[in-house]
């Protein structure tokens, strides 16, 4: 391997789901009001929701395999499956699957992320 992390430079579980938290806010923001019809016609908005979906996607990958296995009412796999596609396969991005992900499926994932906050850190504030 060319570059390993060193210890210091891992993360903790928090803040990988603080990082998904904070996309699914940007997320609900930048659609917030927009139909599908909308959404599609604009590729700004087209782009932004696909990055958004890309870091949620790339937040999941770097959770630890144990650590999902511990929460498998969120659907792990799919959300870096879909990281995956986004990122290697843009040219075969579904954009009413992009759209029906972030305006359907993104709040869904966010209170799953918040409830294990929530959960395993009691101490952290509701968001």
């Given amino acids: 391997m060319f570059w390993q992390p060193h210890e210091c430079y891992m993360r903790r579980e928090t803040l990988y789901l603080q990082d998904i938290i904070e996309a699914c806010d940007l997320l609900q923001a930048f659609l917030g009001g927009m139909d599908a019809s909308a959404f599609l016609a604009s590729e700004l908005h087209k782009a932004a929701a696909l990055q958004k979906l890309a870091v949620i996607g790339e937040a999941a990958a770097r959770l630890p395999q144990a650590f999902r296995e511990t929460h498998p009412q969120v659907e792990w796999r799919d959300i870096i499956a879909f990281r995956n596609?986004?990122?290697?396969?843009?040219f075969a991005v579904q954009w009413d699957i992009v759209w029906a992900t972030a305006h359907d499926d993104v709040p869904v994932l966010r209170r799953q992320v918040l409830e294990i906050l929530q959960t395993d850190n009691p101490e952290e504030p509701e968001k």
Avoid at 85 to 90: D, E, G, K, Q, T
Wanted: aromatic letters at 16%.
């Fill in 85 to 90: 596609i986004a990122v290697h396969a843009y």
